[in-house]
Antibody, heavy 118, light 112 residues
Framework: QVQLQQSGPGLVKPSQTLSLTCAISGDSVSSNSAAWYWMRKSPSRGLEWLGRTYYRSKWFNDYAVSVKSRITINPDTSNNQFSLHLNSVTPEDTAVYYC????????WGQGTMVTVSS | DVVLTQTPLSLSVAPGQPASISCKSSESLLHSNGLAYLYWFLQKPGQPPQLLIHGVSGRESGVPDRFSGSGSGTDFTLRISRVEADDVGVYYCMQNSHLPLTFGGGTKVEIK
């Protein structure tokens, strides 16, 4: 049974970097058939895809245009997890952040409420 | 980007009555491989989205057969044949036929 467990701070100051981790159990971040996603949900923007990482003989990343200049998604094969780093955050980045696995998107992390405030 | 437009924005349904939610896409969701990657989720407060339907009409394991999905091209529908109290929440359609993955704006379902 595949599970995703998110961790990271719930409060980030403006201009700093938001960092979250998604630990995978029951599957591998290096799977040749899965991709690993970050999404978020906010009142102003609804549900929004942020980016993904996946391995197909080498690592690939895709990012949403809206955050492309500020986002990095990194796989961590040693700990079988992947991380989200979003720099130069503003209050507009306040949202509930989710990690998820593709395929049929039946597997999601529990969500992390992140508030950007001083 | 593909825009998914859901209607209605909200729905109030008496128990046992049917409900229907529409999801219209700004372009065809038919992928080059012949499949359409259109999903339906239900999100309840404090929970992540819960998969109901994948690939337009594939019911996720454990989802009651009261839920069904249909459609093709740009027009898709989620139907609940008999609404129950546990069906309350916000329903979202999502497409992954074209990058970026996009979501509809959501339909809030409540019980009368």
């Amino acid at each position: 049974q595949v599970q995703l467990q998110q961790s990271g701070p719930g409060l980030v100051k403006p201009s700093q970097t938001l960092s979250l981790t998604c630990a995978i159990s029951g599957d591998s971040v290096s799977s040749n058939s899965a991709a690993w996603y970050w999404m978020r949900k906010s009142p102003s923007r609804g549900l929004e895809w942020l980016g993904r990482t996946y391995y197909r003989s080498k690592w690939f990343n895709d990012y949403a245009v809206s955050v492309k200049s500020r986002i990095t998604i990194n796989p961590d094969t040693s700990n079988n997890q992947f991380s989200l780093h979003l720099n130069s955050v503003t209050p507009e980045d306040t949202a509930v952040y989710y990690c998820a696995r593709d395929g049929i998107f039946d597997i999601w992390g529990q969500g992390t409420m992140v508030t950007v405030s001083s | 980007d593909v825009v998914l437009t859901q209607t209605p924005l909200s729905l109030s349904v008496a128990p046992g009555q049917p409900a229907s939610i529409s999801c219209k896409s700004s372009e065809s969701l038919l992928h080059s491989n012949g499949l359409a990657y259109l999903y339906w989720f239900l999100q309840k407060p404090g929970q992540p989205p819960q998969l109901l339907i994948h690939g337009v009409s594939g019911r996720e394991s454990g989802v009651p057969d009261r839920f069904s999905g249909s459609g093709s091209g740009t027009d898709f529908t989620l139907r609940i044949s008999r609404v129950e109290a546990d069906d309350v929440g916000v329903y979202y359609c999502m497409q992954n036929s074209h990058l970026p993955l996009t979501f509809g704006g959501g339909t809030k379902v409540e019980i009368k």
